[in-house]
């Protein structure tokens, strides 16, 4: 006690003897800060003042919009003509800054988590580019389109305006819908000669599957993964089970998905506990928390706008849950996605932008 006693009481004597009060001495700091000429920001008064009196160089003043009808490759155009012909129609988005730099996106206009408005197109006008980052309400393109111009403006690449950037490099895959089995052995052997290692296509009742996986199989080395999307045409667990399990003697065969209703979550758990090749479920159906308790698949089919794409990914993450990135269009979307696949842990299955079907 006689120490911390002393101590403060040679604190009080010494106090009035520092001759400068706190105030007094900042004051003084920056009035011979001033005087010996250095930059402007030293000088708190005219710094702060011509700082907050700047014109933001983020502000919308333009945003221009063009449909454009894509030409489909002849093998995918096949099979697009028959099912969804609509996807050869886009939306070109420019935006400009009030500081001069554009940015790009674009959207399809028939399958799209979100189709820019003529709404949000005017809402967007006269606004800070970088408060509206985030708004997921703007659609596809739009949103697309911010990004390149915020990181451009700000000398960075969009994936640092999402994260802190994990990978050089992230898996992407060749996409088709359902053909017969030439095409699909054709687009296989398209892909890897293009230098793709993983190829998603559909599994329909309508074509021979056997005949399907193992002619790809027999021609295609056995580090080439194909993916089958269901589309939950198998029903049942019951049911599918036999047809995976056989599948599961191919090592190129490597992710079922949506083998069966993805409501049916004990049915989906059934047959990931089964099967050899993981199992991916969209995120959403089930629930993630039921998804995650009852281990009713491996992983998730994860897009849409970057709010719920990046929430979504962060609990796949924290389950340690893997996924793949689902950002369809042309390869101008395709850019976009790997930005997040950068950022993104768990995005280690190859994300699916289907932008190899057009020319």
């Given amino acids: 006690m006689s120490m911390l006693n002393n101590l403060n009481e040679l604190n009080h004597r010494k106090a009035p003897r520092a001759g400068i009060k706190r105030r007094r001495f900042l004051q003084g700091g920056f009035a011979a800060l001033a005087g010996l000429s250095l930059p402007e920001v030293f000088d708190q008064t005219s710094y702060a003042a011509r700082l907050g009196k700047q014109p933001s160089k983020l502000k919308i003043v333009d945003i221009e919009r063009q449909t454009v009808r894509l030409p489909f490759r002849a093998a995918p155009q096949r ?33 799209s988590w979100g189709v820019t408005s003529d709404e949000k197109v005017n809402y967007a006008i006269g606004r800070n580019a970088a408060e509206l980052l985030w708004n997921d309400d703007l659609g596809a393109a739009l949103q697309m389109a911010l990004f390149d111009a915020v990181g451009k403006a700000g000398d960075v690449p969009a994936h640092r305006l999402l994260g802190n950037q994990l990978y050089e490099t992230t898996p992407l895959s060749w996409w088709n819908i359902d053909m017969p089995t030439k095409d699909m052995l054709s687009e296989c052997q398209a892909a890897q000669r293009l230098g793709y290692k993983a190829y998603k296509t559909k599994g329909r009742p309508w074509y ?72 991916s479920l969209h995120y959403g159906t089930p629930p993630a928390k039921v998804v995650i308790k009852l281990d009713v698949c491996d992983g998730f089919v994860i897009g849409g706008g970057a709010t719920r794409l990046m929430t979504q990914a962060h609990v796949a993450e924290t389950a340690d849950m893997r996924f793949w990135l689902q950002l369809v269009g042309t390869g101008v979307t395709a850019a976009f996605s790997l930005h997040f696949g950068a950022v993104c842990k768990a995005a280690t299955w190859p994300a699916v932008n289907c932008h190899q079907l057009y020319v």
């Fill in 208 to 279: 021979d599957l056997w005949d399907q996986t193992e002619t790809c199989a027999a021609a295609m080395p056995e580090d080439f993964k194909i993916d089958m999307d269901f589309n939950e045409t198998l029903l049942t667990a019951k049911q599918a089970i036999p047809i995976l399990k056989w599948m599961d003697q191919f090592p190129q065969i490597d992710i079922y998905e949506s083998p069966i209703p993805q409501a049916d979550a004990l049915g989906n758990a059934e047959i990931t506990k089964a099967v050899r090749a993981g199992v």
């Fill in 79 to 111: 099979a697009m003509d028959r099912e969804i012909p609509h996807w050869r129609w886009a939306e070109l988005v420019k935006v400009t800054l009030s500081g001069g730099v554009e940015g790009v996106g674009e959207g399809l206009l028939y399958y």
